[in-house]
């Protein structure tokens, strides 16, 4: 079993920053790909930014340029700095945690929210 905190999320202003962690512990060897979701009142859920264990990374299109996600192999953290913030990027953000040999194993965070005001 992975478990996974997420923290950073809160009210931010248009076009300011905000930065989420996400803290994996529990069986962590083998997790081979972590991210970031969101999912806004009324709409689907969103898959944000994913980076494996080798470093590679993800982006939607819509945050391209404006986040980056990073890890910290010795905190067994992943993070993801949101830059240029705007109302549209207001919404849940869930870390993800996918292990096992193809990345059968799912596991999910409580979700930090995030709020942009205009």
């Known amino acids: 079993q992975v478990q996974l905190v997420e923290s950073g999320g809160g009210l931010v202003q248009a076009g300011g920053s905000l930065r989420l962690s996400c803290a994996a512990s529990g069986t962590i060897f083998s997790i081979n790909t972590m991210g970031w979701y969101r999912q806004a009142p009324g709409k689907q859920p969103e898959l944000v930014a994913t980076i494996t264990s080798s470093g590679t990374t993800n982006y939607v299109d819509s945050v391209k340029g404006r986040f980056t996600i990073s890890k910290d192999n010795a905190k067994n953290t992943v993070y993801l700095q949101m830059n240029s913030l705007t109302p549209e990027d207001s919404a849940i953000y869930y870390c993800?945690?996918?292990?096992?040999?193809?990345?059968?194993?799912?596991?999910w965070g409580q979700g930090t929210q995030v709020t942009v005001s205009s």
């Open positions: 993800n945690a996918r292990q096992g040999s193809v990345g059968q194993y799912v596991y």
